[in-house]
């Protein structure tokens, strides 16, 4: 699911900004933006993402600024502010617009000015980055929680027009069952002599080849199929894999039910559940 969160915190000697964000994906992945500062940190903020999130095109943003109550010390990385100058006022003129880079605009992009950290404020810094981190993710979640409650909804509303869709088709199968006996009877009657089948053999015959187009074993099934869909979605927790793998049970019963049936209108109603366990299993690739 898409999520999104921001906060902030601050200490003596930093302000950190962090924003956090996902798309939907089949699997997890992470992007991380931070400043030289966090470098170091790339792993452990990897690792807290990783035991918070499951699944997703995740980027999280974090920015530091000295606060003022810290050191006066800063290093200024020339080499950096004069490519970001050569590259503005190349783009200026290929865009043929006026350059104006000002020495402001300079200090704002990240990495030409930062703060001569020593170990002490290092290890300050990184404990604020975990209490925004921790702030952040819980918004975060906040806002997936919101989305997750819609599509769950969503889903509860599919799959009980399954469910009712289902018993369309017991309903039709029941009669087309009774019809087919009959007339299966009025065939092989014309096809074998009385004379040479026994009533008994006869009989057996007919519950064979109606055997062979039972649904009520896939019928069984497939509600303890939706059952079972309704009771992990409503437990909640990261249900995505369960969730799609009961989609693939439902879908292997009905394509078994719609090679029995004996009836056009029955078979059309089974494309029918089929188009909503598609439109299902688009939804859950997104739940974790």
């Known amino acids: ?7 902030a915190g601050a200490n003596e000697q930093y302000d950190v900004h962090a924003e956090l964000s996902s798309l939907n994906n089949r699997y997890l992945d992470i992007n991380l933006k931070v400043p030289r500062a966090l470098l170091f940190y790339q792993h452990p903020l ?13 980027n999280l943003f974090l920015s530091v600024r000295k606060s003022s109550e810290g050191s006066g010390d800063f290093e200024l990385d020339l080499n950096l502010a004069r490519d970001v100058h050569k590259s503005s006022r190349q783009l200026a003129d290929e ?34 980055t975990q209490k925004v981190l921790q702030d952040v993710l819980a918004e975060f979640h906040a806002s ?17 027009l399954i469910g009712s869709l289902l018993e369309q088709v017991e309903v039709a199968w029941k009669g087309c069952r009774d019809n087919r006996g009959t007339q299966l009877r009025e065939r092989l009657k ?27 074993e896939e019928l069984t099934r497939f509600t303890s199929h939706i059952s079972f869909f309704r009771e992990a ?35 059309h ?19 974790e």
Do not use: C
């Not at 350059?99 to 930062?114: A, N, R, Y």
């Not at 019963?253 to 056009?264: C, F, H, L, M, V």
């Not at 188009?275 to 739940?287: A, L, M, P």
């Open 269 to 287: 109603t089974v494309v029918e559940i089929k188009e909503e366990i598609e439109r299902i299993r688009e939804q859950v690739q997104n739940i």
């Open 1 to 7: 699911m898409t999520g999104f969160g921001r906060a």
């Open 95 to 128: 865009l043929g617009i006026p350059f104006d880079l000002g020495i402001k605009d300079l200090l704002s992009v990240d990495g030409i000015i930062s703060g001569a950290e020593d170990s002490g404020e290092n290890e300050a810094l990184w404990a604020l």
């Open 190 to 216: 014309k096809l074998i002599s009385e004379e040479s089948l026994k009533a008994e053999r006869f009989e057996m015959e007919v519950a064979m080849l109606l055997d062979r187009q039972d649904i009520s």
């Open 46 to 58: 990897r690792d807290l993402l990783k035991k918070s999130i499951q699944r997703g095109k995740i």
């Open 144 to 160: 997936r929680a919101r989305e997750g409650a819609a599509l769950k909804h969503d889903l509860l509303t599919r799959l009980e």
């Open 233 to 267: 979605v409503n437990v909640g927790g990261p249900v995505g894999s369960k969730l799609n793998f009961i989609l693939q049970e439902m879908l292997r019963e009905a394509n078994t039910i719609s090679s029995k049936s004996p009836d056009t209108g029955m078979t």
